[in-house]
């Protein structure tokens, strides 16, 4: 056992286990780089911040820059947010997420996100634990999005604006 005689302030003197994935440091979450942003729909994009392929989750910011209905989607697994900037709601409940709000969706939940007339920007961090099913109002399913579609996304968009489809890779856990 080493001495306990050091300085709170002496990093931790062992190696890391070599099969440890370095971590992922943004400096600038909210990009100032418009190419940054990947698009998603019209006026609707997201920024990627984690996207863990191997256990099936991915953080993000997402990022509207219009009124109305976004989706109708239902979460199979548990989600976070937390608002940035701006403010939303679901249809399906009566309360809304302001700036500063954190929000827990519970696995099975089926919502329609609205962003309402007079909010010209929402900008709200998401992390989407597994699949994101799209649906219509009754649940028939429209679509999906995984961390493999999201990676997908990334590096189309990449590769297009000139940022290298291998851009993505520094997300990718």
């Given amino acids: 056992m080493p001495e306990a005689n050091h300085s709170p302030m002496t990093p931790y003197q062992l190696p890391f286990p070599k099969e440890a994935q370095q971590e992922i440091v943004v400096p600038f979450a909210i990009p100032t780089d418009e190419r940054v942003w990947v ?11 984690c996207l863990n392929a191997s256990q099936g989750y991915w953080m993000n910011l997402l990022r509207v820059r219009k009124s109305g209905v976004l989706s109708r989607h239902r979460h199979p697994q548990s989600v976070h947010g937390m608002v940035l900037k701006g403010r939303w709601r679901y249809l399906e ?10 929000v827990y969706e519970p696995p099975g939940e089926t919502h329609t996100l609205y ?5 010209e920007e929402m900008i709200t961090y998401f992390q989407v634990n597994g699949v994101m099913f799209y649906c219509d109002p009754y649940g028939n399913y429209t679509g999906y999005e995984d961390v493999f579609t999201k990676i997908d996304m990334c590096r189309k ?8 489809e291998d851009y993505v890779d520094q997300f990718i856990r």
């Fill in 39 to 49: 698009p998603q729909a019209e006026n609707v994009s997201f920024r990627p911040l």
């Fill in 93 to 102: 409940h009566d309360w809304e997420a302001t700036e500063g709000s954190y």
């Fill in 115 to 119: 962003v309402p007339d007079d909010v």
């Fill in 157 to 164: 968009h990449y590769a297009t604006v000139g940022l290298g």
